[in-house]
């Protein structure tokens, strides 16, 4: 992992030019899991692990970016571009530009380099925060004309088009306006969003499961569709409703015939997880962490039987930390099928809690878990270094 001083060296080593530089979040979700492509509410926090991306403009209208992390450069031409490979990582950055461009940014070609620090495929939004850092270092405005709405709007059309996955609008969103030592609710309908503050005395745990199962993008699609078929089914005898963020849980149980029990079960998670998701930020603004615990688990549960995205390895991992003393909650986090759970966690409580939840896991796992603990970060933001003195 470089500093962003580093990554300035790097870039220099190999562009040879000076550069400026952005960085992005990754992100943990406390609460409100696919819900967002249904236009419900979410509750995520920025965490302290960020995407660099350094840049400088070049006149030949051809853009250049280097990954630190794959050890591979790419150059394209900014008037022709189109997706690489499947899965290939320069499309989330080629993306970004296509999205901009196609917005009618105004964009140069550019060299760019990209280093990223959140864990790759665990779940906790390293795609959003390479998208993020790579749409500011594009725009190279230093964050203030570009409306971050819009910016997140169009890096999830970034995915959603160029990389071809049909991701909500949570991860960019939280990229770009993470408050420190807060969570954003977000209403993924009409993006109005509120700060939450976390409790001082708690801290947000991340424990990562580092299994990645490989049905994850296709059935994280797969949800999106059968969400859709059921809005298309219930807007039959409820002609109001856009999404099942429209959708009450009496509405949902009285035309329970009309749908295959597989759908039913996905849309009642997503009707019962937004409204734990009210109900978190009610507890958190009244300070009664002692409700956060039971909601929690419940979107675990809810996750686990009824959206049918978790496996094993979160399940254990949940019921290990869930077992900790000092332990308020435990979930999933993200999309789900592995990756990470996130654990409300007392400070006095956090180191056992490493140790022991990380003792049991690999006792029957087999697999050592990497445990991180952050504190809720600023979104996306220009970084300006003092000499001698990198901003971190
Ligand atoms: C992924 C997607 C998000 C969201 C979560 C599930 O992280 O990128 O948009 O749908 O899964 O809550």
């Known amino acids: 992992m470089k500093t962003p001083l580093q990554i300035l060296d790097a870039f220099k080593a190999r562009f040879g030019t000076t550069a400026s530089i952005c960085r992005a979040p990754g992100r943990v979700n406390l609460i409100g899991e696919h819900t967002d492509y249904n236009d419900g509410f979410v509750l995520p926090a920025a965490i302290e692990f960020y995407c660099w991306a350094a840049a400088a403009p070049r006149r030949d209208g051809k853009l250049a970016i280097h990954s630190d992390n794959f050890n591979e450069t790419i150059e394209v031409s900014l008037d022709s571009l189109s997706p690489l490979a499947n899965k290939h990582w320069a499309n989330y950055p080629l993306g970004v530009a296509w999205a901009l461009r ?37 725009l190279n405005d230093r964050g203030n004309s570009v409306d971050r709405a819009e910016l997140a709007q169009l890096c999830q059309k970034a995915e959603n088009e160029f990389v071809g996955a049909r991701v909500g609008i949570m991860d960019q969103f939280v990229s770009c306006y993470g408050r420190a030592s807060h969570a954003l609710l977000l209403d993924c309908r009409s993006l109005k969003h509120e700060f939450v503050e976390l409790p001082a005395n708690l801290q947000l ?188």
């Open 102 to 138: 196609r917005a009618g940014k105004p964009i140069s070609g550019a060299n760019v380099y990209v280093s990223g620090e959140v864990p790759l495929g665990a779940g906790l939004s390293s795609s959003a925060a390479v998208e993020v850092s790579v749409a500011l270092a594009l």
């Open 205 to 392: 745990v991340i424990c990562n499961t580092m299994v990645r199962h490989e049905l994850a993008s296709g059935e994280y699609n797969a949800r999106r569709a059968e969400c859709e078929e059921g809005v298309r089914i219930l807007r039959i005898v409820l002609p109001g409703i856009r999404a099942l963020r429209d959708v009450t849980l009496p509405q949902l149980e009285d035309h329970r015939q009309n749908l295959s029990a597989k759908v039913f079960a996905r849309c009642r998670h997503v009707i019962t997880e937004n409204a734990r998701v009210k109900s978190a930020v009610e507890a958190f603004r009244k300070g009664d962490t002692a409700a956060l615990g039971p909601l929690l688990q419940d979107s675990h549960r809810s996750l686990r039987d009824d959206y049918e995205v978790s496996c094993r390895e979160l399940d254990l991992m949940v019921e290990i930390a869930a077992a900790q003393p000092g332990t308020i909650g435990a979930r999933m986090t993200g999309g789900g099928f592995g990756g990470c759970t996130i654990n409300l966690v007392e400070t006095t409580a956090v180191s056992d809690f490493r140790r022991k939840v990380a003792a049991a896991y690999s006792s029957k796992i087999g697999l050592t878990p990497e445990i991180y603990v952050s504190p809720a970060s600023e979104g996306a933001r220009h970084i300006v270094l003092e000499e001698n003195k990198p901003a971190r």
